[in-house]
């Protein structure tokens, strides 16, 4: 995930692979999460560019920590959304 790759954070760090297994458990089983996760992974090659913008780097990691304590929580509906928002924002920035 660049995000945390961006802050020094190793790749199979405990956010990153929570998101990966929420990507495969929660969001691939319906067409609007394969899409938002197609999105997401769309914006992906655009992203180490722009996670140089130290307050997009923040806004991003503050939705990863915002999905990582839904998700921790068992809030899954709220953490779909705090994703779509995620996407969006990358969307705004990548565009």
């Not at 992203?47 to 990582?68: N, P, S």
């Amino acid at each position: 995930m660049a995000a945390c790759q961006y802050k020094g954070l190793p790749d199979d760090c405990y956010e990153p692979t929570l998101m990966r297994e929420f990507h495969d458990t929660e969001l691939m089983t319906s067409a609007t999460g394969q899409a938002l996760v197609c999105d997401y992974y769309d914006r992906a090659r655009g992203l180490v560019q722009l996670l140089k913008d130290c307050l997009i780097t923040e806004r991003v990691q503050g939705k990863i920590r915002a999905i990582v304590g839904l998700i921790k929580d068992n809030r899954i509906a709220a953490a779909i959304e705090s994703y779509e928002e995620m996407v969006w924002l990358l969307k705004q920035n990548t565009a």
